[in-house]
């Protein structure tokens, strides 16, 4: 148990739909990262939060966004959704925001769009 | 952009047998880290390397960061059923991990 949590473990939802996924970084964590992995794909970077701002942006589509709130936990809005936004959504957290840092890893959320 | 190749793509070996994964960088990286996804899991991070030219090991796990900070390498002696998984590396670029498209083990028992 890597002690981030992460809300739903699996949605289902259809073409249009918005949702949002919810995360809970490791007590003390101030980084909270978004990433996408589609099936046997790699890890795609969609967006870092520290602290409660936006530190670092990958490659997120602007019918994506998120938001780190005061408690620090995260959230991820998904709207508009089309068929190819099925996916495992994982959020991690770290102490800091630097390259350096160990990356704990939630055990994600199964989105599936139909 | 940074970017952070790994190669193989898939390895399937004999149980027993030997493996090694290999991570390019197309930039000198500060320091390199290596998580492994079990099957329905989630990434767990399992080392950082930060040297150059640092040798780590985890029982059967020996890791290597290279001379020039661009390249890494995952080795696992004599495979087990257990190692099955799918094995990133991770190296800073502008400030974040950037994490390699990973290899996936796979093992014939």
């Known amino acids: 148990d890597s002690g981030v949590t992460q809300t739903p473990k699996h949605l289902i939802t259809a073409t249009g739909q918005r949702v949002t996924l919810r995360c809970s970084p490791r007590?003390?964590?101030?980084?909270v990262y978004w990433y996408q992995q589609s099936l046997d794909q790699g890890l795609q970077f969609l967006i870092q939060y520290y602290n409660g701002e936006e530190r670092a942006k990958g490659n997120i589509l602007e019918r994506f966004s998120a938001q780190q709130f005061p408690d620090l936990h995260s959230e991820l809005n998904l709207s508009s959704l089309e068929l190819g936004d099925s996916a495992l959504y994982f959020c991690?957290?770290?102490?800091?925001?630097?390259?350096?840092?160990?990356?704990?890893f939630g055990p994600g959320t199964r989105l599936t769009v139909l | 952009g940074q970017q952070v190749m790994q190669i193989p793509q898939y390895q399937h070996v004999q149980e027993g047998e030997d493996f090694t994964t290999y991570c390019n960088s197309s930039?000198?990286?500060?320091?390199i880290q290596w998580y492994k996804q079990r099957p329905g899991g989630h990434p767990v991070f399992l080392i950082q390397?930060?040297?150059?030219?640092e040798v780590k090991k985890q029982k059967r796990l020996t890791f290597q960061f290279g001379e020039a900070k661009k390249n890494s390498s995952l080795h696992i002696t004599a495979t087990q059923t257990t190692d099955v998984g799918t094995y990133f590396c991770a190296g800073d670029g502008a400030q974040k991990l950037v994490f390699g498209q990973g290899t996936r083990l796979t093992i014939n028992p």
């Open positions: 930039t000198t990286l500060s320091n």
């Open positions: 991690a957290s770290s102490v800091e925001w630097g390259s350096t840092d160990t990356q704990y």
């Open positions: 390397l930060v040297k150059s030219g």
């Open positions: 007590s003390g964590d101030l980084s």
